[in-house]
């Protein structure tokens, strides 16, 4: 794993050695550089395989295409054969060096044959053209900017803004987004200036001339329905293919165990392709915060699988921790399951360098409870209509809760967009400040009138909305919130963390399987179930589905009440200048005298000022 960037056009090497310093974290154990004709690529690297010539930029036999790697690429070994076969010749062992001779084999199609999370950076000197990829699923960040002639590009927004002509000018749809789900979507940042190369996209420039496209997107065509038991097999099949090649590594490796299917499947494959006990980490709370502990099912996979355990109650200092997230976050993202993702990689670092974790699972198997509310939302439509608009009045009285399940607030979100079409029912019970909170708490018209979501949700040609709704799942949520903050949290510890259910070849599998299979009889995740029936303890298979979570709002009532008070109060808000002093200081109201639950705004108001703090002041 490492961190990448480069500058084409009024070059500056030391700009460039800035960048890679600004990155350290993602790779401490060397540097590199190549300055071409007013170019220059840069990398940081951390040494996962072949630790003795691996180091970067790495050239071809010509040294005419030199290229800077961010990820793995699971399957170079068998594409390192084909192209020997094709006469191309190695000095390396890497992945790295296979990409660059696959890209002199197939050009810009070269990204088709690659099967891990990479970005990537090329130069062609011969050419003068500079071709950048991210992987399918967003796995590795990608960022790029191109202001006065210069373009740069880098796997964090903070190396670019190393650049001191960078201009730090917020971009109001942006923030939008933010508040609207907590965290900003590509093709957008924070910033005017900068863009996310989105997931599954090229980007080539030549001659001043930026050209970007998308290679891959996910199928969800079920051209025929087979038995379940069929499904099964090619489900447990794929999955000892996908584990297996995860587990390629020179250095020591481990998995992130929270005890729920999705991490438990991992480490029960895994079990399968090692002669030693895997080691393992999980992490929970104090007793008074038992309902967000799954602490007794991460040991009974434990047990049973026979690992080296590690377990790490936390009691964080949050005021202490939180500035220190939120450097490495560099976005205003308000996901407060970052905590925990940075604090579990911490201390895993202790024990080995790469972890593989169970991110993906919910989209591609059906674990959201939210796709179970779309099933149940295509009987409750047939209600008639003036009952729904009453129960929807009725949805903000719902009595909510502060634990892990807050079943009032799940039901108050289920009723509120009632009666409004499928997407934007689906929309709302993703949003946590809607249309009316937010022209009440902007100091800016509120101008986003069409989400990138909604775009998704139409772009999949299906009859079955969950298709659709995981289609979007797949291509926003899980790339710009789930995969960011893995990338963001563990890199920032020097971690690298693999996530072999979003493996491209698997996704494809599934999403060929029709969700009436996947959720049978209103039950999250039966087919997966099915497949792990005789893998892993009924006690995890039947347990309630829990998210990763903190108790948030327990932290804001207790550890962090003063803080929050300080930090947003009328004269901070004021001085910052982006929201309404009065609305914020009337969501603390509501809040703290117990007449709602908006813990999930205050966090993205409070996150909003730590990140500004961090990087406008700054």
């Not at 109650?313 to 490495?328: A, G, R, S, W």
């Not at 004021?574 to 005298?593: C, Q, T, W």
Request: hydrophobic share 40%.
């Amino acid at each position: 794993m490492c961190g990448i960037c480069g500058i084409v056009g009024k070059y500056d090497k030391q700009l460039l050695e800035k960048m890679c310093d600004a990155m350290v974290h993602r790779g401490p154990d060397s540097d590199g550089i190549f300055s071409g004709t007013d170019m220059g690529l840069g990398i940081r690297r951390l040494r996962i395989i072949d630790l003795e010539t691996g180091d970067q930029p790495i050239h071809n036999e010509n040294k005419n295409l030199w290229i800077v790697l961010n990820g793995e690429i699971y399957n170079y070994k068998e594409l390192k054969e084909g192209l020997i076969k094709k006469g191309h010749r190695f000095y390396t062992k890497t992945d790295t060096e296979v990409i660059l001779h696959l890209y002199e084999e197939y050009k810009d199609d070269c990204v088709d044959f690659l099967r891990g999370m990479f970005s990537f950076a090329i130069w062609d000197s011969d050419k003068k053209r500079l071709f950048l990829a991210r992987d399918r699923v967003g796995i590795k960040p990608l960022y790029y900017s191109f202001n006065n002639g210069r373009f740069i590009f880098a796997s964090e927004l903070k190396a670019i803004l190393k650049d001191e002509s960078a201009v730090k000018s917020i971009d109001s749809e942006s923030l939008e987004y933010y508040l609207t789900f907590l965290y900003i979507p590509a093709p957008f940042t924070i910033f005017k200036s900068v863009r996310k190369l989105p997931p599954a996209h090229i980007l080539t420039m030549q001659d001043g001339i930026i050209k970007i496209r998308r290679y891959w997107k996910l199928d969800f065509y079920h051209d025929k329905i087979e038995a379940e038991d069929d499904y099964v097999e090619k489900i447990k099949s794929m999955l000892e293919e996908v584990t297996k090649l995860h587990m390629v590594s020179d250095v020591p490796i481990g998995a992130l165990l929270s005890g729920g299917l999705d991490s438990s499947a991992v480490v029960a494959l895994m079990s399968e392709f090692t002669q030693h006990p895997i080691k393992t980490f999980s992490i929970g709370f104090e007793e008074k915060f038992s309902s967000y502990n799954e602490l007794e099912f991460s040991r009974l996979v434990a047990k049973q699988f026979g690992t080296e355990h590690h377990e790490f109650i936390i009691k964080p200092n949050i005021i202490e921790t939180l500035p220190k997230i939120i450097q490495y976050l560099e976005e205003p993202f308000a996901d407060s399951s970052a905590i925990l993702n940075y604090l579990i990689c911490k201390e895993a670092k202790k024990f080995v360098t790469v972890g593989l974790t169970g991110i993906g699972g919910d989209e591609i198997f059906g674990g959201y409870p939210r796709y179970l509310g779309l099933m149940v939302d295509e009987h409750y439509q047939r209600f008639p209509r003036f009952l729904r608009a009453a129960l929807s009045g009725f949805s903000g009285f719902i009595p909510q809760t502060t634990d892990s399940q807050n079943i009032g607030g799940r039901l108050s979100r289920f009723f509120k967009g009632s009666c409004a079409n499928t997407n934007q029912r689906y929309l709302s019970w993703l949003t946590y400040f809607d249309a009316v909170m937010k022209s009440e708490l902007l100091n800016q018209e509120v101008t986003v009138r069409n989400y990138i979501h909604n775009d998704y949700l139409n772009e999949l040609e299906t009859s079955d909305f969950i298709d659709k709704a995981s289609y979007m799942d797949i291509n926003t949520y899980l790339p710009d919130d789930l995969l960011i903050m893995a990338d963001r949290m563990s890199m920032a510890n020097s971690f690298e963390l693999r996530v072999p259910l979003c493996d491209h070849k698997l996704m494809e599998l599934c999403a060929g399987i029709p969700f009436s299979v996947k959720l049978k009889g209103l039950k999250l995740k039966s087919l997966f179930k099915k497949t792990l029936n005789n893998v892993l303890p009924q006690e995890v298979i039947n347990k309630r589905k829990q998210g990763f979570m903190v108790p948030l709002a327990d932290w804001l009532k207790e550890d962090l009440r003063d803080f929050v008070k300080d930090s947003l109060s009328n004269e901070a808000i004021k001085k910052r200048g982006y929201f309404n002093p009065e609305y914020v200081s009337e969501v603390l109201d509501l809040h703290f005298k117990g007449k709602k639950v908006l813990t999930h705004q205050i966090w993205a108001l409070l996150v909003f000022e730590l990140w500004a703090q961090k990087y406008l002041d700054s």
